[in-house]
């Protein structure tokens, strides 16, 4: 492969180029004979005119604007496509995740499912998933009761209370203290997220009504804590493409229970390496909460990290974390950041519930992709199924708020620039990857929207201007 030596202009910018001769006088009245075809590379040449280039066409992408009598070329523009990715996702239900969103009567969890439908319904075949949540009931449990049945093995179902130390009960014999009352637990009739326990009166309800019995309530114990429930998926689909079934499979969950972090996480990882064991494609766990672990061992989040570690350091698998947290859980923060840490991504994604948790929670999860793949993408083919010229490839890059810039070519990581980055061949022999540097993966990373693009058609840029 010869080394690309030819700087190029990006089409929109190449035709004002061209319009600003015209405006000199450098073009003739026949000149539009210069005009360009997008679907090919196409060259169009000026009259004679000597222009100097003064920011415009592809100088800010470190092309070049070219002196009389040279032609700019235009290629094909391509949406960058990255490699195929097995990925494992655990989704937080827990209660907390009804609280509400910003000042909306959306809840945490309906902004985080419609963010995971979109996401996963929206990556194709070369993504392939497994998703599984937490807490989970026991297999003989659940976490609402109404009766003392429903509650299996996760009993008692909190219907009854110990009047002195407040202990959940079904009769007087199992509350500690000898004057203890095993008594009924009720909720106030106005607002029943308000428990009472002085049943058919209103003192404790505080102008919510009167002290009522539960209707439904929750079973004490009902959390699965074995690592086993949490690596075995709720939904596994061969391919990321199958949108009813990632909708059906969340449509299906409602948020309960508390946040057994530590068997949840270790059952996604232990998916991920089953993942890994049979898989040519990278893997990656994704772990998504609203809070830090409050059941269920391990609860030191030192050893909930080092679980992360040993796994990517013997597998290679990172573990990313997505933070769902208000002002006042951010003492959780650090905690999750230690998970993030122990997985090789070093950093959380922090949202903060609000109107547009979906959209930023998006964000997060494109970048997520963007970095398990350490932003390795699809070398674009050329229409009409022609051979690739691999000389002929550019990659554009764009950041919010700021003009794109055209990408040098280097030859391999070591020579990428610390500033400007820039991109390269997995192999530059025989190539079936298009690397980025450092340097512009990072900014992918970290889930600011910026983009990639490809053009294919036009001499690969090799010199990074600064």
């Given at each position: 492969?010869?080394?690309?030596?030819?700087?190029?202009?990006?089409?929109?910018?190449?035709?004002?180029?061209?319009?600003?001769?015209?405006?000199?006088?450098?073009?003739?009245?026949?000149?539009?004979?210069?005009?360009?075809?997008?679907?090919?590379?196409?060259?169009?040449?000026?009259?004679?005119?000597?222009?100097?280039?003064?920011?415009?066409?592809?100088?800010?992408?470190?092309?070049?604007?070219?002196?009389?009598?040279?032609?700019?070329?235009?290629?094909?523009?391509?949406?960058?496509?990255?490699?195929?990715?097995?990925?494992?996702?655990?989704?937080?239900?827990?209660?907390?995740?009804?609280?509400?969103?910003?000042?909306?009567?959306?809840?945490?969890?309906?902004?985080?499912?419609?963010?995971?439908?979109?996401?996963?319904?929206?990556?194709?075949?070369?993504?392939?998933?497994?998703?599984?949540?937490?807490?989970?009931?026991?297999?003989?449990?659940?976490?609402?009761?109404?009766?003392?049945?429903?509650?299996?093995?996760?009993?008692?179902?909190?219907?009854?209370?110990?009047?002195?130390?407040?202990?959940?009960?079904?009769?007087?014999?199992?509350?500690?203290?000898?004057?203890?009352?095993?008594?009924?637990?009720?909720?106030?009739?106005?607002?029943?997220?308000?428990?009472?326990?002085?049943?058919?009166?209103?003192?404790?309800?505080?102008?919510?009504?009167?002290?009522?019995?539960?209707?439904?309530?929750?079973?004490?114990?009902?959390?699965?804590?074995?690592?086993?429930?949490?690596?075995?998926?709720?939904?596994?689909?061969?391919?990321?493409?199958?949108?009813?079934?990632?909708?059906?499979?969340?449509?299906?969950?409602?948020?309960?229970?508390?946040?057994?972090?530590?068997?949840?996480?270790?059952?996604?990882?232990?998916?991920?390496?089953?993942?890994?064991?049979?898989?040519?494609?990278?893997?990656?766990?994704?772990?998504?909460?609203?809070?830090?672990?409050?059941?269920?061992?391990?609860?030191?989040?030192g050893d909930i990290a080092s679980m992360a570690e040993q796994v990517r350091s013997e597998i290679g698998v990172q573990t990313f974390?997505?933070?769902?947290?208000?002002?006042?859980?951010?003492?959780?923060?650090?905690?999750?950041?230690?998970?993030?840490?122990?997985?090789?991504?070093?950093?959380?994604?922090?949202?903060?519930?609000?109107?547009?948790?979906?959209?930023?929670?998006l964000l997060a999860l494109g970048s997520i992709r963007a970095s398990a793949l350490d932003c390795q993408y699809e070398i674009p083919?050329?229409?009409?199924?022609?051979?690739?010229?691999?000389?002929?490839?550019n990659v554009d890059f764009a950041a919010p708020l700021t003009e794109p810039r055209r990408l040098a070519l280097v030859s391999d990581?070591?020579?990428?620039?610390?500033?400007?980055?820039?991109?390269?061949?997995?192999?530059?022999?025989?190539?079936?990857?298009?690397?980025?540097?450092?340097?512009?993966?990072?900014?992918?990373?970290?889930?600011?929207?910026?983009?990639?693009?490809?053009?294919?058609?036009?001499?690969?840029?090799?010199?990074?201007?600064?």
């Amino acid at each position: 492969m010869s080394a690309p030596r030819i700087h190029s202009l990006d089409p929109a910018r190449a035709a004002r180029v061209w319009v600003l001769a015209c405006l000199l006088g450098a073009c003739s009245e026949d000149s539009s004979s210069g005009s360009v075809n997008e679907s090919s590379p196409q060259t169009a040449t000026d009259a004679g005119a000597e222009l100097e280039p003064h920011g415009l066409g592809f100088e800010d992408l470190n092309g070049e604007v070219t002196d009389a009598g040279s032609s700019v070329c235009v290629g094909e523009r391509r949406t960058a496509t990255l490699g195929p990715l097995d990925l494992v996702v655990m989704l937080d239900r827990s209660g907390s995740m009804l609280d509400f969103v910003g000042g909306t009567i959306i809840t945490k969890w309906d902004a985080v499912r419609e963010a995971m439908k979109q996401f996963l319904g929206s990556l194709g075949g070369d993504v392939r998933i497994r998703l599984q949540y937490f807490p989970l009931a026991k297999p003989d449990s659940a976490f609402e009761c109404s009766t003392q049945a429903d509650c299996g093995s996760g009993g008692p179902c909190l219907l009854s209370f110990c009047s002195v130390s407040s202990e959940p009960c079904t009769e007087d014999l199992q509350c500690p203290d000898a004057d203890d009352e095993c008594l009924p637990l009720g909720q106030c009739s106005v607002e029943p997220t308000l428990l009472c326990g002085d049943i058919g009166f209103s003192a404790e309800c505080g102008g919510f009504g009167t002290c009522v019995p539960l209707e439904l309530s929750l079973c004490w114990d009902a959390t699965d804590c074995s690592i086993d429930a949490y690596a075995t998926p709720s939904l596994e689909s061969g391919d990321a493409s199958d949108a009813d079934g990632v909708a059906d499979s969340l449509d299906s969950v409602e948020p309960a229970g508390g946040t057994p972090t530590g068997p949840a996480l270790a059952g996604a990882l232990e998916q991920a390496s089953t993942f890994a064991d049979v898989s040519d494609r990278p893997v990656a766990a994704v772990l998504v909460t609203d809070g830090v672990p409050t059941e269920c061992d391990p609860l030191d989040i030192g050893d909930i990290a080092s679980m992360a570690e040993q796994v990517r350091s013997e597998i290679g698998v990172q573990t990313f974390v997505i933070g769902v947290l208000s002002d006042f859980e951010q003492n959780g923060a650090a905690n999750l950041e230690l998970i993030a840490q122990g997985g090789g991504s070093d950093q959380v994604f922090f949202i903060e519930p609000s109107s547009n948790l979906t959209n930023r929670l998006l964000l997060a999860l494109g970048s997520i992709r963007a970095s398990a793949l350490d932003c390795q993408y699809e070398i674009p083919a050329p229409q009409g199924g022609d051979e690739l010229d691999y000389d002929r490839v550019n990659v554009d890059f764009a950041a919010p708020l700021t003009e794109p810039r055209r990408l040098a070519l280097v030859s391999d990581a070591r020579a990428c620039d610390p500033q400007f980055g820039g991109w390269y061949y997995d192999d530059p022999d025989q190539p079936t990857r298009i690397e980025l540097c450092d340097a512009v993966c990072g900014v992918i990373a970290s889930g600011t929207g910026a983009s990639v693009e490809f053009e294919v058609g036009c001499q690969t840029q090799t010199t990074i201007l600064k």
